[in-house]
């Protein structure tokens, strides 16, 4: 086909569009007449005006790089895609012109601003239609992943990395498994939002007071073993042959075993599955935003809200019957830097 006469803008019905501008392509028959704000974007398809040529009005045609939604890519959408964000291409075709339904607003966001509201349709990334080879985007975070601009990205102030707030969430959750429940401050209970202290630790000693095992100790004398010990002259007349002994001194009492042994820990999550992390984490709910320093955590495990129908519940060792349900506890905990460590506010 040859090309007439080239020109800088064309009409279509009451819209105008030039070279370089967005445009909706109509491929499933929408009436011109239709208002584009009483349709779902995704119903068009998306391309940018290279060239625009014509042999008389009837006939115009555009030059157009097509701009592929993520759905309609070989790999379809990814994670961090957002629900507005196109893709171009160096996909070109010629299109005629009565298929244009209006031009589209499309933005060019280079990800140099994290906190840049994004108002409409927007591109960051390539697609090379040739290879199905998409270009290289920033990475953020722990992860190294992309950033979904629809999702929020928490930026720590003490070492300027940002945070996907699902990592942030799921280090919190790692922390109380970790911890087996909530840090050693005050818990809100679920009934009656009445905060219940963790019980006081016994008081401490004053200086120079003494009990009885450490008199006990004390009064203990150690023995070289390489030395015979002096026996007095009194008691080694007095003593009859075959007589036992008498103990030359006083053992120290035996420390009790509650006292040499800690309290068991809650089972380590090097020792979990996968599986069974994922299920313990869904049973912790953490609610967060980027207006507070601190997220509310309510731990459901143990709860009737989180107990799997039908699936019996163990008890304590010994016993025959299930576990008692218990009261979910609530309470705030400190985001901190997923890098640096430091508490994000």
């Given at each position: 086909?040859s090309?007439e006469?080239?020109i800088?803008?064309?009409s279509?019905?009451?819209?105008?569009?030039?070279?370089?501008?967005?445009v909706?392509?109509?491929h499933t028959n929408?009436?011109h007449?239709?208002e584009?704000a009483?349709?779902?974007?995704?119903d068009?398809w998306?391309?940018r005006?290279l060239e625009?040529?014509?042999?008389?009005?009837?006939?115009v045609?555009?030059?157009?790089?097509?701009m592929?939604?993520p759905?309609e890519?070989?790999?379809?959408?990814?994670?961090?895609?957002?629900a507005r964000?196109?893709l171009?291409?160096?996909?070109m075709?010629i299109?005629?012109?009565?298929?244009?339904?209006?031009?589209a607003?499309?933005?060019?966001?280079?990800e140099l601003?994290?906190?840049?509201?994004?108002?409409g349709?927007?591109?960051?990334?390539?697609?090379?239609?040739p290879?199905?080879?998409?270009?290289?985007?920033?990475?953020?975070?722990?992860?190294?992943?992309h950033?979904?601009p629809?999702?929020l990205l928490?930026?720590?102030?003490?070492c300027?990395?940002?945070?996907h707030?699902?990592?942030?969430?799921?280090?919190i959750?790692t922390?109380v498994?970790?911890?087996g429940g909530p840090p050693?401050?005050?818990?809100?209970?679920?009934?009656?939002?009445?905060?219940?202290?963790?019980?006081?630790?016994?008081?401490?000693?004053?200086?120079?007071?003494k009990?009885?095992?450490?008199?006990?100790v004390?009064?203990?004398?150690?023995?070289?073993p390489?030395e015979?010990p002096?026996?007095?002259?009194?008691?080694?007349?007095?003593v009859?042959p075959g007589?036992p002994?008498?103990e030359k001194?006083?053992?120290?009492?035996?420390?009790?075993k509650?006292?040499r042994?800690?309290t068991?820990?809650?089972?380590?999550?090097?020792?979990?599955?996968?599986?069974e992390?994922?299920?313990?984490?869904?049973?912790?709910?953490?609610?967060?935003?980027?207006t507070t320093?601190?997220?509310?955590v309510?731990d459901?495990?143990?709860?009737?809200e989180a107990?799997?129908?039908?699936?019996?519940?163990?008890g304590?060792?010994?016993?025959?019957?299930?576990?008692?349900l218990?009261?979910?506890?609530?309470?705030?905990?400190?985001?901190k830097c997923?890098?640096c460590?430091?508490?994000?506010?």
């Open positions: 086909m090309w006469v080239g800088d803008s064309a279509v019905g009451t819209e105008t569009f030039s070279v370089n501008d967005f909706f392509i109509n929408i009436p007449s239709t584009l009483n349709i779902d974007d995704k068009f998306v391309a005006v625009i040529r014509a042999k008389d009005e009837a006939h045609y555009l030059r157009v790089y097509w592929y939604w759905d890519l070989p790999n379809k959408r990814q994670s961090y895609h957002g964000e196109l171009a291409s160096n996909h075709e299109v005629d012109a009565m298929t244009v339904s209006g031009r607003h499309v933005t060019h966001w280079l601003d994290e906190e840049e509201d994004i108002p349709l927007f591109w960051r990334q390539k697609f090379d239609w290879t199905s080879q998409l270009s290289e985007l920033r990475t953020h975070c722990r992860c190294h992943k950033y979904n629809d999702s928490v930026n720590c102030s003490a300027g990395v940002w945070l707030a699902e990592c942030v969430i799921d280090d959750k922390r498994l970790e911890r050693e401050e005050e818990v809100v209970n679920k009934e009656d939002s009445i905060a219940v202290a963790k019980p006081a630790p016994p008081p401490t000693k004053r200086k120079g007071a009990t009885l095992f450490s008199s006990a004390e009064s203990f004398v150690p023995v070289n390489l015979a002096e026996t007095p002259k009194a008691e080694k007349n007095a009859a007589t002994k008498a001194t006083t053992a120290a009492p035996e420390t009790p509650a006292e042994t800690a068991a820990p809650p089972m380590s999550i090097k020792k979990r599955s996968a599986k992390m994922k299920s313990e984490k869904e049973k912790i709910k953490v609610t967060y935003n980027d320093s601190k997220a509310h309510r459901l495990r143990g709860t009737a107990a799997t129908p039908g699936k019996r519940r163990k304590p060792a010994g016993s025959a019957a299930p576990a008692p218990g009261e979910a506890k609530e309470w705030d905990e400190e985001v997923l890098c460590g430091a508490v994000v506010v």
